[in-house]
């Protein structure tokens, strides 16, 4: 059976995301933040749709506001009935391990425009090892907003991520982090160089994403730089570093692994025209 969740089921939808962990911090963080019920205007809100064997939850399909599918399924017979709701939706992104996700791309992907198939590695850091580069200021964005802070990242999601977004989008993503989610500029000689942020936790892990250098300052070692720094602060609460990164990013592979990154499981993120 599938149904859609809602705030009272939030119970059995965290003892379920406290059994796949890793796998499913995205939800974790946006219902922790945000609840089960959808608000429409706050981007990290999405529709739950349950997959339940019996009364037991055995698999969640959310689609967020923002424009992400996020599915997790513990048994393969949720596969087939989440598809046929994915065929209907409208939805930028897939994503997930790829154990979750392929299955179900091979399901949908005659009914959807592929724009982007990207084969990533979901790397774990148990053994950190610190990188620190002399005369670097570090701003937290999410506590000190400001135009300039606002227009480099708006021009980071647009030169590193391909994705477009106003400064209102901008503004209202810092404004609804969550406590445990930093997100670190890196400054240099007064110029701002790179960024990267807590993209969601659980109770065990942060995950690291939106690592971007400005082109004429690459290779200078601020992405190694500045993932140093926000894995520091994770391992200061007690938690694991983890991270998605493409496979053919060999520069940013090599940065990971120097700071004591190892390959965990296979990610896919596919984009939707």
């Not at 939106?210 to 938690?239: F, H, P, Q």
Request: hydrophobic share 40%.
């Amino acid at each position: 059976m599938i149904r859609l969740l809602r705030q009272p089921d939030k119970k059995i939808i965290l003892e379920y995301l406290d059994r796949n962990e890793i796998e499913t911090s995205f939800l974790y963080a946006n219902i922790i933040e945000f609840g089960v019920d959808n608000i429409q205007d706050i981007r990290r809100c999405a529709d739950y749709y349950g997959f339940f064997d019996g009364e037991v939850l055995k698999g969640i399909l959310s689609f967020y506001n923002l424009g992400s599918c996020i599915p997790h399924y513990e048994v393969d017979d949720a596969v087939p009935l989440f598809a046929e709701i994915m065929k209907d939706k409208e939805f930028e992104f897939l994503l997930g391990m790829e154990k979750i996700i392929k299955p179900l791309y091979e399901e949908i992907k005659d009914y959807k425009e592929t724009q982007e198939y990207d084969e990533s590695s979901y790397f774990i850091n148990a053994n950190f090892k610190p990188f620190i580069l002399d005369g670097v200021k570090f701003i937290d964005a999410n506590k000190v907003v400001n135009d300039d802070l606002i227009d480099f990242i708006v021009a980071a999601r647009a030169d590193g991520f391909n994705q477009i977004a106003t400064r209102e989008d901008i503004r209202k993503t810092l404004t609804q982090r969550g406590e445990e989610e930093d997100f670190i500029i890196a400054e240099k000689d007064g110029k701002i160089v790179a960024q990267a942020c807590v993209q969601t936790y659980t109770n065990k892990i942060n995950q690291i994403g939106g690592v971007y250098t400005v082109k004429d300052e690459r290779g200078k070692g601020y992405c190694k730089m500045v993932v140093s720094e926000v894995c520091s602060r994770i391992i200061a609460k007690g938690k694991m570093p983890t991270l998605a990164v493409k496979k053919n990013n060999m520069p940013a592979v090599k940065a990971y692994t120097a700071l004591g990154f190892e390959h965990y499981n296979d990610y896919l993120i596919v984009r939707f025209r």
